[in-house]
T-cell receptor, first 115, second 114 residues
Framework: DVKVTQSSRYLVKRTGEKVFLECVQDMDHENMFWYRQDPGLGLRLIYFSYDVKMKEKGDIPEGYSVSREKKERFSLILESASTNQTSMYLC??????????????FGSGTRLTVV | QKEVEQDPGPLSVPEGAIVSLNCTYSNSAFQYFMWYRQYSRKGPELLMYTYSSGNKEDGRFTAQVDKSSKYISLFIRDSQPSDSATYLCASRGGLYNQGGKLIFGQGTELSVKP
């Protein structure tokens, strides 16, 4: 089974801190994604990456950056955490859309609280 | 207008009921349709996948796509309390349609009462 592992299930950080959320997948997937999920707003795409050292902005990239130095690891960085970044963060991976059945495999999520 | 629209609910049904969850989409290029199930405090997991129009059945679950009306449905027969979760629909086009990225609905929260 594909596994997507997020390093922390729960995090509490202070306003202004630099926060790193780590995600590792073990199926050699090219594509990796970071979402945040908030009640009433659904899943919102922050950043995604189609390959090592490549990144593309999603719908809400402001206040975030990402790093993909190795194929299996995709990191989300909150440069200066703010209370409005309190949320559930979900990482996902997938093979490239070459046609046919492919879906995203999600991690279990990191619930981040910024105080 | 969002590309994939889904009523967020919440939806509450008695055990044993037939549940119908629905989404609409606006992009005619969408060809692949999926349903994800998300239990509380967990990540979404792929439940059903359908290509183009038609039905797909897996046990108590049936996914249905009507491309003419741009309508996506998930039916759950003999619903169980363990089906209580948030259900997200998702669609995508091919590689050259937004890079083949999945577009998600908002999710419908379902509660099945014993």
């Amino acid at each position: 089974d594909v596994k997507v592992t997020q390093s922390s299930r729960y995090l509490v950080k202070r306003t202004g801190e630099k926060v790193f959320l780590e995600c590792v997948q073990d199926m050699d997937h090219e594509n990796m994604f970071w979402y945040r999920q908030d009640p009433g707003l659904g899943l919102r795409l922050i950043y995604f990456s189609y390959d090592v050292k490549m990144k593309e902005k999603g719908d809400i990239p402001e206040g975030y950056s990402v790093s993909r130095e190795k194929k299996e690891r995709f990191s989300l960085i909150l440069e200066s955490a703010s209370t409005n970044q309190t949320s559930m963060y979900l990482c996902a991976s997938s093979p490239p859309p070459g046609g046919g059945d492919y879906g995203y495999t999600f991690g279990s999520g990191t619930r981040l609280t910024v105080v | 207008q969002k590309e994939v629209e889904q009523d967020p609910g919440p939806l509450s049904v008695p055990e044993g009921a037939i549940v119908s969850l629905n989404c609409t989409y606006s992009n005619s290029a969408f060809q692949y349709f999926m349903w994800y199930r998300q239990y509380s405090r967990k990540g979404p997991e792929l439940l059903m996948y359908t290509y183009s129009s038609g039905n797909k059945e897996d046990g108590r679950f049936t996914a249905q796509v009507d491309k003419s009306s741009k309508y996506i449905s998930l039916f759950i027969r003999d619903s169980q309390p363990s089906d209580s979760a948030t259900y997200l629909c998702a669609s995508r086009g091919g590689l050259y349609n937004q890079g083949g990225k999945l577009i998600f609905g908002q999710g419908t929260e379902l509660s099945v009462k014993p």
